[in-house]
């Protein structure tokens, strides 16, 4: 299932550039989304590591420049990501309120009776309907510290 993921962090200008993900089924509840996503996204990460990079056409070039930042594809990081480690770490920025999750512009909630946040038990039974072609967006918040003096 092919499903059209935007990644935002609040406070960056960059214009935000829909990048295609496929899921191998539809994830049934918050929880399955978050791992899948990750899965996706480490097994991407590795590819990129194991590849060279090659000089950027023109074409490539112009489309990198209408979303507001050419790279090169370089890593500097040549470490491989511990896929469970990232999992844990995205399910706890979730229970945090960290990150919120949009599919179609629509804020995905879990409801829960813990003040500290959702359990994992609760994002299981959150269930969601992810169709072909949807959109879903994760966005980080960032929190801001500091003293006025």
């Known amino acids: 299932m092919r499903v059209f ?3 935002k962090s609040i406070g960056k200008r960059r214009k ?16 399955a ?3 899948e996503t990750v ?16 000089p950027l ?7 990198l420049a209408g979303i507001g930042k050419i790279s090169f594809g ?10 469970q480690k990232a999992i844990d770490t995205a399910l706890l920025a979730y229970q945090d309120g960290l990150v919120c ?15 500290a946040g959702p359990t994992p038990e609760d994002m299981e039974k959150r269930e969601l309907e992810l169709h072909e072609g949807d959109r879903l967006t994760f966005v980080r918040l960032t929190m801001l510290a500091g003293r006025i003096w």
């Open 5 to 7: 993921v935007n990644q």
């Open 16 to 31: 935000i550039e829909p990048v295609p993900l496929d899921y191998p089924s539809a994830p049934g509840n918050v929880r």
């Open 33 to 35: 989304l978050i791992e």
């Open 39 to 54: 899965k996706i996204m480490v097994d991407a990460f590795i590819k990129r590591l194991e590849n060279k990079p090659t």
């Open 57 to 63: 056409s023109d074409e490539e070039m112009e489309n």
């Open 74 to 83: 370089i890593l500097n990081n040549d470490t491989r990501p511990d896929l």
């Open 101 to 115: 999750i949009f599919i179609n512009d629509e804020r995905i909630e879990v409801p829960t009776e813990n003040l």
